[in-house]
């Protein structure tokens, strides 16, 4: 497996190719921090997007939902993919108001599908999807079955193409601008979780499940 | 003006249709209160998606970017986008894996635009779109010059169709699996900001500006 996906017209970043990365160990991690992606496709020289949960097995996105879902279609038929992962880490506050810019980890890859066929494939496939969700959870809750199973569609995008776009640090502006009475840094930003929300209908007594208290998507 | 969008073939929403919503009261406050969209649009039939920042002015998104931009490129000429508003509002953790889902808020629409041109206009268009990224900044920062204007493309895309999908509330189970020793609930997820971190080189003395200590997204 190549660490690295090589640079081609369709990948390239090309507004500020500096923020430009092509390694795997750049681009997976902020596809596996992410909880969704957006997944856009053509049909009939028309772009769709649909936003939608993800996760990664190795070099492949696996996305799944009802059978019939026109996206999953037109996947399982051998059409192509661009699926989008963005991050926002924080509001960059520049001096200038042209300067202004987000701190983001970005990913855009391409690729194409095969549907997940088979009980014990779409199983593991399941798994994979439950834990990008919630780490710990697919011990935790019951696990589908056949039924459950023949609703679902799932497919597998191996990745042929992608890059990453990356921003951090502080804002940059035009030298004669530093001394301007302007306050001027990042704002940081990030996804917080609230307090867990019980059921209405939740058995008398159950203690929050630990893949609920230890929830994090750093570090995956 | 009417208050809500036609449903078509394209902007029907298919899976789960009643959490379909068509009406401008639902889908103008998830536009406005999101940071960034994903901007999708087809060349010679493959699907290419942007995350970018985003403005709306009454039913129109307003986009920029330096000039020569691919995307901001194919809306001059034109073309067609489909554009991807996603908030996240918390994980549904269901007693079955198969009733899994997320809270959400998520508008697609669809639109073609035009290129915004002459000082004032472009002034006008980058005062919405520096509010939207920090209400309040476009008076406390340097506005843009004639030469960062010059180099700078707005596009206005017009509304032409749009759908939002929601959904709220806790999990549906089987009614079987009520009786599960599962914990059930929602964990709820939002934006959160941390501390400002001031530029290391602002000048002296300068007290956090207001935009920042009332930055929120809600109510816009």
Redesign the interface.
């Given at each position: 497996m190549t660490k690295e996906f090589p640079k081609t017209p369709?990948n390239q970043v090309?507004?500020i190719p500096h923020r430009g990365r092509y390694d795997k160990a750049t681009i997976y991690p902020i596809i596996d921090e992410a909880?969704?992606c957006?997944v856009?496709?053509?049909l009939d020289?028309?772009?769709?997007?649909?936003?939608t949960?993800h996760a990664r097995q190795e070099d492949r996105i696996l996305l799944h939902?009802?059978k019939g879902?026109?996206m999953l279609k037109h996947l399982q038929s051998g059409g192509?993919?661009?699926?989008?992962i963005?991050l926002?880490d924080?509001?960059v506050?520049?001096?200038?108001?042209?300067h202004?810019s987000?701190n983001?980890r970005?990913v855009?890859l391409?690729g194409r599908g095969e549907s997940i066929e088979g009980k014990e494939e779409k199983l593991a496939a399941?798994e994979i999807v439950?834990e990008q969700?919630?780490r710990g959870?697919?011990q935790?809750?019951?696990?589908?079955n056949q039924k459950?199973l023949d609703v679902?569609s799932i497919v597998a995008v191996t990745i042929e193409s992608a890059s990453a776009k990356v921003r951090t640090g502080?804002?940059i502006d035009e030298e004669e601008?530093?001394?301007?009475?302007?306050?001027?840094?990042?704002?940081?930003?990030?996804?917080?979780?609230?307090?867990?929300?019980?059921?209405?209908?939740?058995?008398e007594g159950?203690?929050?499940?630990p893949s609920?208290m230890n929830?994090s998507r750093r570090g995956r």
């Open positions: 369709r090309r507004r909880l969704i957006h856009g496709f053509a020289g028309q772009s769709y997007l649909i936003p949960l939902g009802a879902n026109r192509e993919v661009c699926i989008a963005t926002v924080g509001l506050l520049a001096r200038s108001v042209f202004h987000i983001y970005s855009v391409f399941m439950t969700i919630l959870r697919w935790e809750a019951r696990q589908p459950e679902t502080p804002p601008d530093y001394t301007l009475p302007v306050w001027a840094g990042v704002l940081p930003i990030r996804p917080a979780v609230g307090n867990p929300e019980k059921d209405l209908r939740l058995r159950l203690p929050v499940s609920v929830y």
